[in-house]
């Protein structure tokens, strides 16, 4: 038995063997039986601000308005494939600072008794294009393949502006002397080991924010003078870091490629 493998079989290979009676040596292997129940977690502007002049005396006023998803983000998420036959729910936070928006976001997923049994939480953020993936079912269902191994997955994007650089942040190794510099020794299709990548479409396991070792708050953006020194940290970078000094384990699927929307220029990075 130690050498035994199962094989997989198609159904119709299964059918003509049960026919002959050999259907007990077949097995069909899967693994929709695992629980991948999911959390989408929608960070949005919310209110907005625009300057504006009144035409006729040219005072300066200003307007506060709702911002919402840009049509490129819709038609994209339209094309998102959730899993079929598994628990999967939506929570859109809006109107906070990012960091806020995903502790806020954690805390009531953590303290609702009625999502106590949802295993994972996608970070999804309202300016990322979620790509289409030819011979797949989906970014979200490749990134559930990497939960065996890894404790996050997160797609592929890339920063705003010139230069634009991948969000693939060191190899792993927390205890590097720059753990956070930007990681380029990859191929386009590889599963990079990392300490540290962006949250606009990471998928995390809910373990991690119940885990006692891990200190509040869970997300926060800091800029700050420290031991004579400045520290800047995005809130992302800021959770990476503590989870990686727990064990935690962060990839980054490259075959996700992730478009970054400048909803400013309409220039996607």
């Excluded at 299709?189 to 606009?200: P, S």
């Excluded at 995390?204 to 708050?217: N, Q, S, T, V």
Aim: charged content about 25%; some cysteine.
């Amino acid at each position: 038995m130690d050498n035994f493998k199962p094989k997989i079989f198609k159904s119709d290979e299964l059918f003509n063997e049960a026919k002959s009676k050999k259907w007990e040596t077949k097995i069909l292997a899967g693994d929709t039986y695992k629980n991948y129940s999911t959390i989408i977690v929608i960070a949005t502007r919310g209110k907005g601000v625009t300057s504006a002049k009144c035409p006729k005396c040219g005072h300066p006023f200003e307007v506060e308005h709702w911002v919402g998803f840009h049509p490129w983000i819709v038609e994209a998420w339209k094309r998102f494939i959730k899993p079929m036959n598994i628990p999967v729910t939506e929570m859109v936070v809006s109107g906070y600072e990012v960091g806020d928006a995903y502790n806020q976001a954690v805390d009531q997923i953590l303290s609702n008794p009625e999502l106590k049994n949802f295993r994972y939480i996608l970070f999804l953020e309202d300016d990322i294009i979620v790509p289409f993936l030819d011979n797949s079912f989906g970014p979200l269902i490749e990134l559930f393949k990497h939960m065996e191994k890894f404790d996050v997955a997160s797609g592929l994007y890339w920063t705003k502006g010139e230069p634009s650089l991948p969000l693939v942040y060191g190899n792993g190794d927390i205890n590097a002397i720059n753990p956070f510099e930007v990681n380029t020794s990859w191929r386009s299709g590889d599963t990079v080991e990392v300490n540290g990548c962006g949250m606009g479409f990471a998928l995390m396991k809910r373990a991690i924010f119940e885990d006692p070792r891990l200190e509040r708050p869970f997300f926060k953006t800091v800029n700050e003078v420290k031991d004579g020194r400045f520290v800047g940290y995005t809130q992302d970078l800021y959770f990476y870091e503590k989870i990686k000094k727990l064990a935690y384990r962060i990839c980054v699927d490259t075959s996700i490629r992730c478009g970054h929307l400048d909803i400013m220029t309409e220039t996607v990075y």
